[in-house]
């Protein structure tokens, strides 16, 4: 029996009526930028947002079809398909499956730098005072791998954490053992400034398949003012140990950070041009946090965030023109928000998670064994300020620590869904939640948007990349695209004739 | 090439199903063979005797008291371990399979649920199922030497219910190292009970190939002519992907589906990130193309930019993209290192044009039925030589 | 309906918005004073049910071209707080199924498939797998 085809009117008749799908929105460029709620985006002409509450809407134009693809509003004549949407929501989220992920262990408070914005260091203290004992190690590490992901990464930190390399030694054969027995992954990776780095601790991270990450705040005179040490020689220091690192365990093996200080400010292109000298092919342009000596020295590094935004809107710009120039280096803050707004996924990166990276994505083994949501809680700590200190490892089991007031309370205040300001906002999805900061800065857990320093920031950066994202000129878009997966641009095939 | 002869068929009214081999063999390995024998050959009594049947191109002058066919219209497309079926009653004989060729196909059912305007592969409703499954059956048994790559189509493959899932079984057991291919409209899959009956059967090496012809129901429903498909093909990607199913997106270029190919990718970027491979195919002139041409052709020539833009678009998005069908003389240069040589050997035509085209050997040519309706643009290419 | 305040009367740098409570609630009103706080001090002043004046005095100095930036921007601050409050309205009930969703275990809280099978030959069999599949038994 020969089949009858039918005409587009049948299967896509022009609706009646519609309805919403929940998004929020804000104005931008001239125009108005939806966000539905597993964060896709989608711009349309002023005056969409009033025609779409109104259910106003010419359903037989385009701009009516865009809408429903994006899943910000449907009709009778086929399936919300809330479960595929449900689904990209979950997703959005992946970072919070398995538990925690990044365990750091402060081995050592003992550094012989004393740098302006440094939270927790001890200059003069004797050997044993302010290391880790190994009865603190061994309960540590037992809580760490007491986690359920499956792979977790463990980040020695201090002071200077060479200073206490013995228990680095103690520390890494005993984890890797126990990850062994319960079958997880294990990533090492040390947290220093190459100040006192010998060829015998290169050799023993070679073998031990350990990472560094260091400090390369910019050209000599940024690095050094930053980083004051007897001998002024912070800079030649660290290249010299960056150089070391690299010969000894690899290029991939060696990754940078730098510290934005008030001195920063007026020299973005310097300090890119200075990791583009070093080879480097990462950059993170992040701000300083304002937590420990920071805040009591607050005249020498404090700066507005206004500031900041002009830094970093000036280093991304120079960044972007270093690529089309054919050197490719990534800057990492750009890297986590794109990756939130372009594709399906959320953030590995602890500080701009919601809920909240604070215990769900990291702990941090204080030497004493105290256990803090975050860096940024320690260095609270090391102000009398013990509100974010979670437990003891002597003292707490992982069910303790989590289910404790600190935790809990913390909770309360870690999603951006619920906060006042964050709610209804239009960058929810990129943006997350910083109980921490907002406890140190304003004085309570749930901050107050319109004066925080954490909301203007990304607020501000966003919107940068949202005009960058709208302009969708071709090139900066296959840049910026090579940097959220990894992989180089496209080139072009030469023509053939 | 051709698929199908005819002839004279005697002493056998079912379909019997064998391994054609031209020479002679020994009597204990004549079971399942079939014995072609050539224009102008007399075989004695002896030589005849043991195959499950004889394939005459002449006629055989003497009744061997054994199944034959007789007459053979054409039988110059028959080689030495070709399997084909032969009809008794309709006096067809079918080649199932060739060793040489590239590209192998399992055909399972002429039954579908949808009803697209470029099918290439008319349905039928008529239930043929079980006798296909039951030759399939047989087919996957003989097949050999096992190839790399097997492609299960129709027809709608989901449609033969446990059937489906018996083949399956049998292609993993008799040639386990073949990696399958199924293509699929998908719609079943979104019963998450099939979806996980299929993953069950645990095939090692085994994805799915679903086409998507829009970002939204109205117009994807339209080219495949069944209302809620879209619904049905998106959920089901979702039910595979959940029970580790391995899948690729396959989107037929016609005029219905260029206009909004931009935002096709888009929403295979967001919905479908999990697949993956992503396939662009150009027009077949086949099956139901020429009565639909005039609402679906548009030359390939005319869409190069929109294509341009959209496998760049997934490019950068890390996802792996192909272009079948395409000739690379309609092809801008920068898509030639996702073009793939993806027409069947015996489909393959190659115009007067092509003849001195410099792109040859990486060309894929055309399709056989492209004589009758090809781009206006198939051009030689000339590389300039560089001195 | 805004009216210009003649800063000259009381001789301190304001301006005055008028807002239509009949379209923004006090909801919406209260949200925008709360982004407009960390540039203004906002007073709310209740003219009758459905009008209010909000006057805006800067905390730092600003000039007269910002203040009418400022009531443009409050009133279309307003506005917006008002639609989203709408788009809640008519959206919350199904963003609690989606996210209910989302965050169940996979199939717990699913649809089934919508739509036909669209096989003929499917459809007439008694026993036929559309109808096996829509019916599960286990």
């Given at each position: 029996m020969a089949?009858?085809?039918?005409p587009?009117?049948?299967?896509?008749?022009a609706?009646?009526?519609?309805?919403?799908?929940?998004?929020?929105?804000?104005?931008?460029?001239?125009?108005?930028?939806?966000?539905?709620?597993?964060?896709?985006?989608?711009?349309?002409?002023?005056?969409?947002?009033?025609s779409?509450?109104?259910?106003?809407?010419d359903?037989?134009?385009?701009?009516?079809?865009d809408?429903?693809?994006?899943?910000?509003?449907?009709?009778?004549?086929?399936?919300?398909l809330?479960?595929?949407?449900a689904?990209?929501?979950?997703?959005?989220?992946?970072h919070?499956?398995?538990?925690?992920?990044l365990?750091?262990?402060v081995?050592?408070l003992?550094?012989?730098?004393?740098?302006d914005?440094?939270?927790?260091?001890r200059?003069t203290?004797?050997r044993?005072?302010?290391d880790?004992?190994?009865a603190?190690?061994d309960?540590?590490?037992?809580?760490?791998m007491?986690?359920p992901?499956?792979?977790?990464t463990?980040?020695?930190?201090?002071?200077?954490?060479?200073?206490?390399?013995d228990?680095?030694?103690?520390?890494?054969?005993?984890a890797?053992?126990?990850?062994?027995?319960k079958?997880?992954?294990?990533?090492?990776?040390?947290?220093?400034?190459?100040?006192?780095?010998?060829?015998?601790?290169?050799h023993?991270?070679r073998?031990?398949?350990v990472?560094?990450?260091t400090?390369?705040?910019?050209?000599?005179?940024?690095?050094n003012?930053n980083?004051?040490?007897?001998?002024?020689?912070?800079?030649?220091?660290?290249?010299?140990?960056?150089?070391?690192?690299?010969?000894?365990?690899?290029v991939?093996?060696?990754?940078?950070?730098?510290?934005?200080t008030?001195?920063s400010?007026d020299?973005?292109?310097?300090?890119?041009?200075?990791?583009v000298?070093r080879?480097?092919?990462?950059?993170f342009l992040?701000?300083?946090?304002?937590?420990?000596?920071?805040?009591k020295?607050?005249?020498?590094?404090?700066?507005?965030?206004?500031?900041?935004?002009?830094?970093?809107?000036?280093g991304?710009?120079?960044?972007?023109k270093?690529?089309?120039n054919?050197?490719?280096?990534?800057?990492?803050?750009?890297?986590?928000?794109?990756?939130?707004?372009?594709t399906?996924?959320?953030?590995?990166?602890?500080d701009?998670?919601?809920?909240?990276?604070?215990?769900?994505?990291?702990?941090?083994?204080?030497?004493?064994?105290?256990?803090?949501?975050?860096?940024?809680?320690?260095?609270?700590?090391?102000m009398n300020d013990?509100?974010?200190?979670?437990g003891?490892v002597?003292?707490?089991?992982?069910?303790?620590?989590?289910?404790?007031?600190?935790?809990l309370?913390?909770?309360?205040?870690?999603?951006?869904?619920?906060?006042?300001?964050?709610?209804?906002c239009?960058?929810?999805s990129?943006?997350?939640?910083?109980?921490?900061?907002?406890?140190?800065?304003?004085?309570?857990?749930y901050?107050n948007?319109?004066t925080?320093?954490f909301?203007?920031?990304?607020?501000?950066?966003?919107k940068?990349?949202?005009?960058i994202i709208?302009?969708?000129?071709?090139?900066?878009?296959?840049?910026?695209?090579?940097?959220?997966?990894?992989?180089?641009t496209?080139?072009e095939?030469?023509?053939?004739? | 090439?051709?698929l199908?002869?005819?002839?004279?068929?005697?002493?056998?009214?079912?379909?019997?199903?064998?391994?054609?081999t031209?020479?002679?063999?020994?009597?204990?390995e004549?079971?399942?063979?079939?014995?072609?024998?050539?224009?102008?050959?007399?075989?004695?009594?002896?030589?005849?005797?043991?195959?499950?049947?004889?394939?005459c191109?002449?006629?055989?002058?003497?009744d061997?008291?054994?199944?034959?066919?007789?007459?053979?219209?054409?039988?110059?497309?028959?080689?030495?371990?070709?399997?084909?079926?032969?009809?008794?009653?309709a006096a067809?004989?079918?080649?199932?399979?060739?060793?040489?060729?590239l590209?192998?196909?399992?055909?399972?059912t002429?039954?579908?649920?949808s009803?697209?305007?470029?099918?290439?592969?008319?349905?039928?409703?008529?239930?043929?199922v079980?006798?296909l499954?039951?030759?399939?059956?047989?087919?996957?048994r003989?097949?050999?030497?096992?190839?790399?790559?097997?492609t299960?189509?129709?027809?709608e493959?989901?449609?033969l219910?446990?059937?489906?899932?018996?083949l399956?079984?049998?292609?993993?057991?008799?040639?386990?190292?073949t990696?399958?291919?199924?293509?699929?409209?998908?719609?079943?899959?979104?019963?998450?009970?099939y979806?996980?009956?299929?993953?069950e059967?645990?095939?090692?090496?085994?994805s799915?190939?679903?086409?998507l012809?829009a970002?939204?129901?109205g117009a994807h429903?339209h080219?495949?002519?069944?209302?809620?498909?879209?619904?049905?093909t998106?959920?089901g990607?979702?039910?595979?992907a959940?029970?580790?199913i391995?899948?690729?997106?396959?989107?037929?270029?016609?005029?219905?589906?260029?206009?909004?190919?931009?935002?096709l990718?888009?929403?295979?970027?967001?919905n479908?990130?999990f697949?993956?491979?992503?396939?662009?195919?150009?027009?077949?002139?086949?099956?139901?193309?020429?009565?639909?041409?005039?609402?679906?052709w548009?030359?390939p020539?005319?869409?190069?930019?929109?294509l341009?833009e959209?496998?760049?678009y997934?490019?950068?998005?890390?996802m792996?993209?192909?272009?079948?069908?395409h000739?690379?003389?309609v092809?801008?240069?920068?898509?030639?290192?996702?073009?793939r040589?993806?027409i069947?050997?015996?489909?393959t035509?190659?115009?007067?044009?092509c003849?001195?085209?410099?792109?040859?050997?990486?060309?894929g040519?055309l399709?056989?039925?492209?004589?009758k309706?090809?781009?206006?643009?198939?051009?030689t290419?000339?590389?300039?030589?560089?001195? | 309906?805004?009216?210009?305040?003649?800063a000259a009367?009381?001789g301190?740098?304001?301006v005055?918005v008028?807002?239509n409570?009949?379209?923004?609630s006090t909801?919406?009103?209260?949200?925008?004073c709360?982004?407009?706080?960390?540039?203004f001090?906002?007073?709310?002043?209740?003219?009758?049910?459905q009008?209010?004046?909000v006057?805006?005095?800067?905390?730092?100095?600003?000039s007269?071209?910002?203040?009418?930036?400022?009531?443009?921007?409050?009133?279309?601050?307003?506005?917006?707080?008002?639609?989203?409050e709408?788009?809640?309205a008519?959206?919350s009930?199904?963003?609690?199924?989606?996210?209910?969703k989302?965050f169940?275990e996979?199939?717990?809280l699913?649809d089934?498939?919508?739509?036909?099978?669209?096989d003929?030959?499917e459809?007439?069999k008694?026993?036929?797998?559309f109808?096996?599949?829509?019916?599960?038994?286990?």
């Amino acid at each position: 029996m020969a089949r009858t085809f039918y005409p587009l009117e049948r299967f896509a008749p022009a609706p009646k009526a519609f309805h919403l799908l929940p998004f929020r929105f804000t104005r931008l460029s001239g125009k108005e930028l939806l966000v539905n709620e597993a964060g896709e985006f989608l711009f349309v002409p002023t005056g969409t947002v009033q025609s779409l509450t109104d259910e106003y809407l010419d359903t037989d134009s385009e701009l009516y079809r865009d809408l429903k693809a994006k899943h910000f509003l449907y009709d009778a004549s086929s399936s919300p398909l809330l479960d595929v949407l449900a689904t990209k929501v979950r997703t959005k989220f992946d970072h919070i499956t398995g538990g925690t992920k990044l365990h750091i262990f402060v081995v050592t408070l003992r550094c012989e730098h004393s740098c302006d914005y440094c939270q927790v260091s001890r200059q003069t203290a004797t050997r044993g005072q302010f290391d880790m004992s190994t009865a603190t190690a061994d309960r540590a590490i037992a809580m760490m791998m007491d986690s359920p992901a499956r792979a977790v990464t463990l980040e020695f930190q201090g002071g200077e954490p060479l200073l206490a390399f013995d228990v680095i030694q103690y520390i890494i054969p005993k984890a890797k053992k126990l990850a062994l027995e319960k079958g997880k992954d294990l990533d090492i990776v040390v947290c220093t400034n190459l100040a006192c780095v010998t060829d015998d601790i290169l050799h023993y991270f070679r073998d031990e398949g350990v990472k560094v990450s260091t400090s390369l705040d910019g050209p000599a005179f940024l690095h050094n003012k930053n980083r004051p040490r007897p001998g002024n020689d912070s800079y030649e220091k660290a290249i010299e140990g960056i150089e070391r690192s690299r010969a000894i365990l690899g290029v991939e093996s060696v990754a940078a950070l730098m510290t934005t200080t008030a001195a920063s400010l007026d020299h973005a292109v310097e300090i890119v041009d200075e990791y583009v000298r070093r080879d480097f092919h990462s950059i993170f342009l992040r701000p300083i946090s304002p937590y420990g000596f920071a805040i009591k020295t607050r005249h020498r590094t404090g700066y507005e965030m206004g500031r900041f935004l002009e830094f970093y809107r000036q280093g991304l710009a120079h960044i972007l023109k270093v690529n089309r120039n054919g050197y490719r280096i990534a800057e990492v803050y750009t890297q986590i928000l794109l990756t939130k707004i372009l594709t399906p996924h959320g953030t590995r990166y602890v500080d701009m998670q919601s809920p909240a990276g604070e215990a769900w994505s990291v702990l941090v083994y204080n030497y004493d064994g105290d256990v803090y949501a975050s860096d940024e809680s320690r260095m609270l700590a090391e102000m009398n300020d013990r509100t974010f200190r979670l437990g003891n490892v002597h003292k707490d089991t992982r069910r303790t620590l989590f289910t404790g007031d600190p935790a809990l309370q913390m909770f309360q205040a870690s999603c951006n869904q619920s906060l006042a300001g964050c709610s209804d906002c239009a960058f929810q999805s990129y943006c997350a939640a910083d109980p921490v900061y907002h406890y140190a800065t304003q004085g309570d857990m749930y901050g107050n948007r319109p004066t925080s320093g954490f909301c203007t920031r990304n607020m501000d950066v966003i919107k940068q990349l949202f005009s960058i994202i709208e302009e969708n000129d071709r090139e900066t878009m296959r840049i910026l695209w090579s940097w959220v997966t990894g992989e180089p641009t496209i080139r072009e095939v030469v023509e053939c004739v | 090439m051709r698929l199908t002869t005819t002839g004279v068929a005697r002493n056998f009214d079912t379909s019997i199903i064998g391994t054609i081999t031209t020479a002679d063999l020994p009597h204990d390995e004549r079971t399942k063979r079939i014995r072609f024998i050539a224009p102008g050959d007399v075989l004695t009594d002896d030589a005849m005797a043991g195959y499950s049947a004889l394939l005459c191109h002449d006629e055989l002058a003497r009744d061997p008291g054994v199944p034959y066919v007789h007459r053979l219209r054409e039988s110059d497309h028959l080689r030495d371990g070709d399997i084909v079926v032969l009809e008794g009653r309709a006096a067809l004989v079918r080649s199932l399979y060739r060793p040489y060729e590239l590209h192998h196909h399992l055909f399972v059912t002429e039954r579908c649920n949808s009803n697209c305007l470029m099918c290439s592969q008319p349905p039928k409703d008529r239930d043929d199922v079980e006798a296909l499954t039951e030759r399939n059956l047989e087919l996957i048994r003989l097949i050999e030497p096992h190839p790399p790559y097997l492609t299960i189509t129709g027809g709608e493959p989901t449609l033969l219910g446990d059937h489906l899932f018996r083949l399956i079984s049998q292609l993993k057991m008799s040639m386990p190292e073949t990696e399958l291919h199924m293509l699929t409209n998908g719609r079943t899959f979104a019963w998450p009970e099939y979806a996980r009956r299929f993953a069950e059967l645990e095939h090692p090496k085994i994805s799915l190939g679903i086409p998507l012809y829009a970002d939204y129901a109205g117009a994807h429903d339209h080219v495949v002519q069944a209302k809620g498909a879209f619904d049905q093909t998106v959920t089901g990607f979702h039910q595979a992907a959940r029970n580790g199913i391995r899948l690729e997106v396959r989107v037929v270029l016609h005029k219905l589906t260029i206009p909004r190919l931009a935002k096709l990718v888009d929403c295979i970027y967001r919905n479908l990130t999990f697949v993956e491979h992503i396939a662009l195919m150009g027009l077949e002139y086949t099956g139901y193309t020429p009565r639909n041409i005039g609402e679906l052709w548009i030359d390939p020539y005319d869409y190069q930019d929109v294509l341009e833009e959209a496998v760049e678009y997934l490019v950068v998005r890390n996802m792996t993209v192909s272009i079948y069908n395409h000739q690379l003389c309609v092809l801008k240069p920068s898509l030639w290192r996702y073009a793939r040589k993806s027409i069947s050997d015996w489909k393959t035509l190659y115009l007067p044009e092509c003849e001195t085209c410099s792109a040859l050997p990486a060309c894929g040519g055309l399709f056989q039925w492209a004589a009758k309706k090809h781009s206006e643009h198939i051009h030689t290419i000339t590389y300039k030589k560089t001195i | 309906m805004d009216q210009p305040h003649d800063a000259a009367e009381s001789g301190v740098q304001q301006v005055m918005v008028e807002i239509n409570l009949a379209v923004i609630s006090t909801e919406a009103l209260l949200k925008t004073c709360h982004w407009f706080s960390r540039d203004f001090v906002c007073e709310i002043r209740n003219r009758s049910d459905q009008i209010a004046d909000v006057v805006l005095t800067p905390r730092g100095s600003a000039s007269a071209s910002d203040l009418s930036l400022a009531r443009g921007a409050f009133t279309t601050s307003a506005m917006d707080f008002a639609l989203r409050e709408k788009i809640e309205a008519k959206t919350s009930g199904i963003r609690d199924i989606l996210l209910a969703k989302a965050f169940s275990e996979s199939g717990v809280l699913e649809d089934a498939p919508e739509g036909v099978f669209g096989d003929m030959v499917e459809e007439t069999k008694p026993d036929g797998m559309f109808k096996i599949l829509s019916n599960p038994q286990r």
